[in-house]
């Protein structure tokens, strides 16, 4: 019974041993291996184009040098993972407002308000509880000027005895005041692997 | 009186140790370009181009482009840092390296915008993944 004991412990510790010691990854510093699935890398290496591209344009430079607003309408995703787009869009918002460029709005979205706060500050104009000198006064909000739009697509292929996968990340950018595309973007990420990988 | 003066001349001392930061604003000579020996082995930076591009705001950014020629198979990782009129960093919008392959013989351009016009200067480095 001892020695079963023994054994069985022992295996443990030789099999714990053999375990990869939990990291952190400095982003800036990665030689990890490539995933078949999107990693951070690839929404990274996707909004810099996206951005550096937008910014050369001159599609988000306002001509009276005031800041354009931004409205970030729906990335469709259509892949076979399970992706939260805002992992994209957010790194374009972010530097886009760096730039001084653009700023985003949260008061308006496709399925209401991103922060609600926007509408529910409003709520407090009339209430007696509340000073009505620091109450949000009608016809401050600002509507948008840009809407941010795309598509993230997936096709996978057999190549030989490797898979090879295939994204493609679409952003277009709509002049709200016309409807029309004033930038449009693509970022194609080509991953070719072990055939047993899995990228969904 | 006595421990007074010890104590003044042990704080004279101390502070006399303490390493004084930088201050300087005066720029270092930093290089615009660095390639690690790994990838001047197969491949050769044959063009630096810098200018800046004038934006309808009458606004600019700083514009890098470059030209890489392969003499192999050749696989980099290339980054551009962005530096203000005073040498701070200027953000970018990610941090990692941009991977790109040459085959045989291929001369690729590549092209940078800096994130802000406040960017003045940057450093390009080229580096072979691992």
């Given amino acids: 019974m001892l020695i079963r004991a023994l054994a069985i412990s022992a295996g443990i510790a030789v099999l714990a041993g053999c375990a990869a010691p939990t990291r952190y990854i400095d982003p800036a510093a990665d030689d990890g291996p490539v995933a078949m699935t999107m990693d951070y890398r690839d929404f990274e290496k996707a909004a810099t184009d996206a951005v550096e591209d937008m910014l050369?344009?001159?599609?988000?430079?306002?001509p009276d040098g005031s800041r354009y607003i931004m409205v970030v309408s729906r990335i469709t995703n259509d892949t076979m993972q399970r992706i939260d787009t805002d992992q994209l869009t957010k790194k374009i918002r972010v530097s886009l407002l760096r730039s001084g460029k653009v700023?985003?709005?949260?008061?308006?979205?496709?399925?209401?308000?991103?922060?609600?706060?926007?509408?529910?500050?409003?709520?407090?104009?009339?209430?007696?509880?509340?000073?009505?000198s620091g109450v949000q006064r009608k016809g401050t909000l600002q509507a948008p000027d840009l809407s941010l739009s795309g598509k993230i697509l997936q096709r996978n292929h057999k190549v030989g005895k490797e898979q090879q996968v295939e994204y493609y990340i679409q952003l277009s950018l709509t002049e709200l005041a016309s409807g029309l595309a004033i930038w449009e973007g693509e970022t194609p990420i080509i991953k070719r692997g072990s055939d047993k990988s899995v990228s969904w | 009186m006595k421990s007074l003066f010890l104590a003044s001349m042990l704080v004279l001392g101390l502070a006399g140790c303490a390493t004084q930061p930088e201050t300087n604003s005066t720029m270092i000579d930093r290089q615009e370009l660095r390639v690690d020996p790994e990838v001047v082995y197969t491949?050769?930076?044959?063009?630096?181009?810098?200018?800046?591009?004038?934006?309808?705001?009458?606004?600019?950014?700083?514009?890098?482009?470059?030209?890489?020629?392969a003499r192999s198979h050749t696989e980099l990782g290339w980054k551009v840092t962005w530096f203000d009129d005073v040498g701070m960093v200027v953000k970018g919008v990610g941090e990692s390296y941009?991977?790109?392959?040459?085959?045989?013989?291929?001369?690729?351009?590549?092209?940078?915008?800096?994130?802000?016009a406040r960017a003045t200067s940057f450093q390009l480095h080229l580096r072979e993944p691992k």
Avoid at chain 2, 45 to 59: C, Q
Avoid at chain 2, 98 to 116: D, E, I, N, S, V
């Fill in chain 2, 43 to 69: 491949a050769d930076v044959t063009e630096l181009f810098k200018s800046r591009l004038t934006l309808p705001d009458g606004g600019s950014l700083l514009q890098v482009q470059f030209a890489v020629e």
């Fill in chain 1, 56 to 62: 050369s344009s001159g599609a988000v430079n306002n």
């Fill in chain 1, 103 to 132: 700023v985003t709005t949260t008061a308006v979205g496709l399925n209401g308000a991103e922060d609600e706060m926007n509408m529910k500050a409003r709520e407090l104009r009339d209430s007696e509880e509340f000073d009505q």
């Fill in chain 2, 98 to 116: 941009r991977q790109a392959t040459l085959l045989t013989g291929q001369t690729r351009y590549f092209k940078a915008t800096a994130p802000h």
